[in-house]
């Protein structure tokens, strides 16, 4: 059994479902390591303060934001926790939509929302049995790692699943990749199409 990686509630109108978040893929890859090739001993990357000229420990290690150039403003991990963001603890439903109508390029990684305790069973099946009727899918708010982001909700198997998304300016501009114009008669598209069903 997955684990669960974040816990808050689906909230949309007057329902609130508790939920549990875990994970729906696995990565099945190979993972190789860097040795010296000499005497195959295990090459590591090391933590090192440039300030200091010297190896730091990881409780010596924090976040910050660079401001300027010599500026940097330390942030700490319960002042992420902290902020006030409104869906800290809720995946917040906003509207409800065409899948067809969402760019698959937006869409991201999926998580598997599990209903939290018994009191979230029947509100849970309510919201997967009317996102699975309408052929909608509902589009969230949600906060994970002191950030809002933006999700989208689906029915899978009679589970609800959570595809984190990407905000409209997270995705590039593709017109720069654009080939020059170029002409093409209706018989060359023909000849294109035809190939599918060969």
Known sequence: ???TVWSGAISFGLVT???????AT???SVRFH???LEDMGRVRVRKFCEAEDREVRNDEIGKGYQLTKEQVIPISDDELRDLPLPTAKAIEIEAFVPLESVDPIRIGEGYYLQPSGQVANKPYKLLAQALGRSAKVAVAKYAWSGRERLGLLRVRD????LHAMRWPDEV???TELLPPPVELSDE???GALALRTA
């Open 17 to 23: 479902v508790p939920i549990n978040v875990v994970s």
């Open 188 to 190: 060359e598209v023909e």
């Open 158 to 161: 009679d589970v609800i699943v």
């Open 34 to 36: 860097q040795y010296h």
């Open 172 to 174: 590039r501009d593709p």
């Open 26 to 28: 696995e990565d099945h």
């Open 1 to 3: 059994m997955p684990r």
